[in-house]
């Protein structure tokens, strides 16, 4: 069966310090990968999507970057954190069919 | 894009009552989901439903894709369904599987 990890479940950082959040999936292959975040416990806000190794496509203009080096592997970054990167962040795939799939999410505080 | 809007937003109900949660969107689909976060922000897929009516123990849910809508059904309510639940559409297959989330209803049941 297919499943997905997400991780660290919680994270507080300093504004200006780098960030790296990593998704994995398993039991699948060549999945719709997707980040989103949620803030103030409504609304999900699509960041990126990926179809492929190396294909990210960006929905907003924001302070975090995307990268897929494996078919399975889908990494949020930031050079840089603000505050307003603060959130929980969650990682979904997507196969052929079907409906996404989430993983358990990191909530982030940029202090 | 496509506009998601759900009702009510906010829904308190009574252990063991029954409540209709709606999704109208803005333009046509090809998917459409129903989702449930729980308190502590997992996401938990309840359905993937295009069109016609799926039942899954006391839940279930309806799509009218014509008329541009959905129903989430819940019955005998328990205070395990509180949270927050989204329905979300998207276009795919034959453009890119971008997964528009609605607003959500936030539900809270009482014992």
């Known amino acids: 069966s297919q499943t997905i990890h997400q991780w660290p479940a919680t994270l507080v950082q300093p504004v200006g310090s780098p960030l790296s959040l990593e998704c994995t999936v398993e039991g699948t292959s060549n999945p719709n990968l997707y980040w989103y975040r949620q803030a103030a416990g409504r609304g999900l806000q699509l960041l990126f999507y990926s179809v492929g190794i190396g294909q990210i496509s960006s929905e907003v203009p924001q302070n975090l970057s995307a990268s897929r080096p494996q078919d399975r592997q889908f990494i949020l970054s930031s050079k840089k954190l603000l505050l307003s990167d603060s959130g929980f962040y969650l990682c979904a795939w997507r196969g052929d069919g079907g409906g996404n799939t989430f993983g358990s999410g990191t909530r982030l505080t940029v202090v | ?111």
């Open chain 2, 1 to 111: 894009g496509i506009q998601v809007e759900q009702s009510p937003p906010d829904l308190i109900l009574q252990e063991g009552a029954n409540s209709t949660l709606r999704c109208n969107f803005s333009d046509s689909v090809n998917n459409l989901q129903w989702f449930h976060q729980n308190p502590w922000g997992q996401l938990i897929n309840l359905f993937y439903i295009p069109s016609g009516t799926k039942q899954n123990g006391r839940l279930s849910a309806t799509t009218v894709a014509t008329e541009r809508y959905s129903l989430l059904y819940i019955s005998s309510s328990q205070t395990t369904d509180s949270g927050v639940y989204f329905c979300a559409v998207d276009r795919a297959p034959g453009g890119y599987q971008k997964v528009t989330f609605g607003t959500g209803t936030k539900l809270q049941v009482i014992p």
